[in-house]
């Protein structure tokens, strides 16, 4: 009797030993007769798993079910991985994550600079409100990598396996649907429309998610009170002395964060949401004359803003599925709750998320029969986390962005006492920043 969800071309393959493929070594590229007919299974059009979109998560997921052996094809609608201010953020629980699948030196031969906290100007001097060098991990910092050289790093030793294809410039225009069930999808690149079926379908393409459109999914977002301006700043022979590779403040309704990237500053400009348009007709001088009155030692770094080309925007929201799933399809990373940038947790959450994914998966994708009570596990296992980060990171753009953003006045930073008090409190002051590095509970990958 065939069940539900079941589909023939998909049952579990064994070794040329009649062995279980999960008993193949993680981290040694397979070269059997099972791995060979999984990559004439792909070559037909067929996948264990296909995953929608090259970001961090998909990246990722990509890998760690690659590597237990999983048939797996990476859709990318891009045909690079370039693209300006993405995410860089690169927090120590993924770090730990790339050590426990030995990429973590590699990641650290990129181009990086480490950050372990932002130094604030406040009313009474240089205030810095945490510090991750105190945090009991190997990796006490947050790295910040360019994007396209973490996704181009996971990608490549996904590549190892060839039980893993990687397409870049494929749109998914549709999903296959059958007996009520997702079983693949249908997407066009430089050659025409193609299809290809798989066992299980992963939307990881991000907070404007395709795969979620063509699902029907529809996200709750809430109402974060800023807009971002991205832009970068040169670095100088005389430069500011930044303590924790970062610095922020505020001044007329405006807030300043910059980064240090070693021959630049990447710099985020924050403004109330909606006040673009008003901010551009200014002119760039507006622009430059507004991040001085924050930061005055910046000023000549600002010299080099000439025009609106160089200054990018980010439309902030935030959202999350009330459902990350049906039949045959799983939502993860942005697709299935959009993050706000406060704290630069995205890019670490949409990890996190694709490890549990692997940790729940792997095993019923080699079985040949995913079923919807394990794509609920992998929401039930990660939405608390999100729901929890979600939540402070919306009472600290209430609370603290929204009210600097309406202040008109021209004034140094000011932090309330009890706030100082509790950075002074060693048990206290490690806790928002632990949470923040490594997340609500740390992940580990399940080999």
Not at 69 to 74: A, D, I, K
Request: hydrophobic share 40%; with cysteine.
């Amino acid at each position: 009797m065939k069940r539900k969800g079941y589909n023939k071309s998909f049952e579990k393959p064994s070794d040329a030993s009649g062995g279980n493929p999960s008993s193949v070594p993680v981290g040694i590229p397979v070269s059997s007769e099972l791995e060979n007919r999984r990559h004439n299974a792909t070559a037909r059009g067929q996948a264990g798993c296909v995953i929608v979109g090259g970001g961090p998560a998909g990246a990722m997921l990509a890998l760690l079910l690659a590597r237990r052996g999983v048939t797996v094809t990476l859709l990318e609608m891009h045909h690079d991985f370039d693209r300006e201010f993405r995410g860089d953020t690169v927090h120590p629980s993924t770090l730990e994550i790339m050590d426990q699948i030995g990429l973590a030196e590699r990641v650290h031969e990129l181009r990086n600079s480490k950050i372990s906290g932002p130094t604030l100007q406040t009313d009474r001097g240089p205030f810095m409100p945490f510090d991750l060098s105190r945090l009991k991990t190997k990796y006490p910092y947050i790295l910040m990598v360019h994007q396209k050289d973490l996704l181009a790093l996971l990608t490549d030793e996904a590549k190892k396996y060839r039980n893993f294809q990687l397409l870049m410039g494929a749109s998914v225009v549709e999903l296959i649907r059958a007996d009520g069930e997702v079983r693949g999808v249908r997407y066009q690149n430089d050659d025409g429309i193609h299809e290809l079926r798989a066992l299980l379908t992963v939307g990881a393409d991000g907070r404007f998610s395709r795969v979620r459109h063509l699902a029907g999914i529809e996200p709750v977002g809430t109402s974060p009170p800023m807009d971002v301006l991205w832009f970068r700043l040169p670095h100088l022979p005389k430069e500011i002395d930044v303590p924790g590779g970062a610095f922020g403040g505020f001044a007329h309704g405006h807030i300043l964060g910059g980064f240090d990237r070693k021959d630049y500053w990447q710099v985020a400009f924050v403004i109330a949401k909606g006040s673009y348009q008003r901010l551009r007709a200014e002119g760039i001088e507006g622009l430059r004359r507004r991040i001085v009155e924050i930061e005055p030692l910046v000023a000549k770094n600002a010299e080099s803003l000439v025009e609106w080309q160089q200054v990018s925007l980010l439309s902030v929201e935030s959202s999350r599925c009330l459902q990350w799933y049906e039949p045959g399809l799983l939502l993860i990373g942005d697709a299935a709750h959009a993050m706000s940038p406060v704290g630069g947790v995205g890019i670490n959450y949409a990890v996190q998320d694709a490890v549990i994914a692997a940790n729940l998966l792997a095993k019923p994708l080699l079985a040949g029969h995913v079923t919807t009570n394990h794509l609920r596990a992998v929401q039930r296992k990660r939405e608390w986390p999100v729901r929890i980060i979600q939540a402070f990171q919306t009472q600290l753009q209430k609370r603290v962005i929204a009210a600097a953003l309406r202040s008109k006045e021209q004034r140094a930073l000011h932090i309330p006492w009890f706030i100082r008090a509790f950075t002074r409190i060693p048990f206290l002051r490690d806790v928002p920043p632990r949470v923040m590095a490594l997340g609500v509970a740390r992940v580990h990958l399940e080999d």
